[in-house]
């Protein structure tokens, strides 16, 4: 019974022990609470559901197969596999009390999380005519019930200005896997902090959703 901490679910980010949301979700079925979404769902519409108020499925944006049944019989945080891909998940807190015996269903849209925690600090106008760069930590730790190795961060390739470090020093723009940072191993419970620093060009114009977008992979 998948419940929450297994799959990609094990490595969480956090900013002053606050979880860093990889998407927002809106929508969901009596009783049943998303908490966080895996960044791989994508945007678009996932599927909530229920055919008897105690096992309940996920299924991802653009997914045609529901995920394996999870039965929620008692309260707390499970995890909702989609059916094409684990890695595709919806963690959700079930309150028993407020669930039903009949059928349940409903959309959940996922989308972009913005001012999200991060680097979400604004820049001023008198910062962007001059310049900006400022630098950020996120905690990354193992919330899994098994030891995660070779964790390794990169930057997407379409994001400008963010750049990732393991010591705050040397900075570095990874856009691969294979060029990724290295983040070693992760015991269960521990943390490791990760850098980040953003540059805003003197000049550069207003943009108000600008994404922060980066990508981890482990193995456990």
Request: glycine residues 10%; contains cysteine; proline residues 4%.
């Amino acid at each position: 019974m998948p419940v929450a901490g297994e799959h990609s679910d094990a490595l969480r980010l956090q900013v002053d022990s606050t979880d860093v949301l990889h998407l927002a979700a809106v929508g969901t079925v009596p009783g049943v609470v998303p908490l966080a979404a895996a960044g791989r769902n994508g945007r678009g519409y996932g599927r909530l559901q229920s055919d008897d108020g105690v096992n309940y499925t996920w299924t991802a944006p653009g997914s045609s197969t529901r995920g394996p049944a999870v039965q929620c019989s008692v309260d707390g945080d499970y995890l909702l596999c989609d059916g094409e891909d684990v890695c595709k998940w919806l963690r959700v807190r079930i309150y028993t009390s407020y669930t039903r015996s009949s059928p349940v269903s409903s959309l959940v849209h996922l989308g972009d999380v913005y001012a999200g925690g991060t680097t979400d600090d604004d820049v001023t106008a008198a910062e962007a005519t001059a310049g900006d760069v400022a630098t950020y930590t996120i905690t990354l730790t193992n919330a899994g019930r098994v030891g995660i190795d070779s964790i390794v961060a990169w930057v997407d390739a379409a994001v400008s200005g963010i750049e990732i470090s393991t010591d705050g020093v040397s900075y570095s723009t990874p856009t691969t896997e294979s060029t990724g940072l290295s983040l070693g191993a992760l015991a269960i419970d521990a943390s490791i902090t990760l850098y980040l620093r953003r540059t805003i060009s003197a000049g550069a114009g207003a943009d108000p959703d600008v994404l922060d977008l980066l990508h981890f992979a482990f193995d456990a």
